[in-house]
């Protein structure tokens, strides 16, 4: 698919606008990735990976929870999304997992870390310990895609690059506002979602990185690698809400028996988007498992 540039996308994410940003910026292979690297200095790392629409203040309400346990925590913006770059490339899972390599060895991050992903998050955390299995101590996978067959359809679809190009000029923003609207099962809460990950799509190239992750991540029929995850023995932690319309729970016990996970986790009346919906409670299961399966690894 060729770059393009939506009406609506009016501003540039340049040098000019990333000084008036908050957070840090990594200059890395693909472009800018921003970043936040926050709380305790020492202590256990959890790095936050983002999905196919979240920017890093996703994480806002989990992150301070965190550090307040004792845990320090890096988020950060997949390419495409919040303020990292538009890069003008293949948006496919080695963009991703190249861009979290990246980041880690940009910040001289070398001690093993616990993942963290949701939705898509979870593909990318996943892809990330079969490339890097040493570097892994826990991972968490909330509400994970992969397993569910609605986007089968969509994506095949979206193949076909005058398709992708059509559908993404087209109705690019009201596919994008309708995914968004199911993400979360309280209606209060999609009015402010949508204003965080819509203010960021004003940036050139925005649509384009959307359109392309959809037409180039596969994010289903992934039953491989949750399998190969499992055969790793990491410690695991998997968390599903009940409400959860995008990444249905009817997939949790096939996930649970690919994924063999130390512990699991229903999270009751919470839709897709747990670390949004319910972040205190997102953050205690986050934060109980990995103090409580890293003080075994090191005993």
Known sequence: MKYFVMPDETLQLDATARKSLRGDFAQLSDGYTHYELRGPEVGELAVLVPGLTIPLFYWDGVAPKLHARGIRTLAFS?????YSDRAQGR????MFVRQLRELLSFLSIDTPVNLVGTSMGALGAMAYLLDRPDTVRTLTLIGPAGLSTDTALQQRALKANPIASFAARRFGRKILLGHL???VSDPALVEPLTTMISDCYRFEGSMYSFFSTLQNYPISGREDLYRQTGSLGI???????TDDQV??????????????PTHTEIIEDCGHMAPYERPADTAELIASFITTRC???DS
């Open 235 to 241: 410690p695991t932690l998997l968390a599903w809400g």
């Open 91 to 94: 948006y496919d899972e080695a």
């Open 181 to 183: 609207g199911r993400n």
């Open 247 to 260: 990444t249905p729970i009817s997939g949790f016990d096939r996930a649970r028996d690919l994924i063999r």
């Open 295 to 297: 003080d075994h690894i």
């Open 78 to 82: 997949a390419y495409g999304r919040g």
